[in-house]
Nanobody, 114 residues
Framework: VQLQASGGGLVQAGGSLRLSCAAP????????TGWYRQAPEKERELVSS???????VYADSVKGRFTISRDNAKKTVFLQMEGLKVEDTGVYFC?????????WGQGTLVTVSS
């Protein structure tokens, strides 16, 4: 079972991108979805998450610039990224935590040029 992430690409600093990630219908009992990123030679870090309760968490570095949202009917989570910075460059992974397990997407590359 794999999540399908898309929306990465090359953008200039200050630009925008929208990432999306769809979970297959076979995954049920989802209680937390989120986006992580991994920059070159750095550890994977949480960017943002949204719980089934609606509670949202953002990394301090993206507050005010990124917005996470979801479409529960389509089991899809989005990450709208505005005001992108060079330091936002990395591979972005979506993650779903459910009663049946912890699932990751294949990663989508975001490159922000100066």
């Amino acid at each position: 079972v794999q999540l399908q992430a898309s929306g990465g690409g090359l953008v200039q600093a200050g630009g925008s991108l929208r990432l999306s990630c769809a979970a297959p219908g076979s995954i049920s009992g989802i209680y937390l979805t989120g986006w992580y990123r991994q920059a070159p030679e750095k550890e994977r870090e949480l960017v943002s998450s949204i719980a089934v309760s609606g509670k949202i968490v953002y990394a301090d570095s993206v507050k005010g610039r990124f917005t996470i949202s979801r479409d529960n009917a389509k089991k899809t989570v989005f990450l709208q990224m505005e005001g992108l910075k060079v330091e936002d460059t990395g591979v972005y992974f979506c993650n779903v935590k459910s009663l049946s397990g912890n699932y990751w997407g294949q990663g989508t590359l975001v490159t922000v040029s100066s």
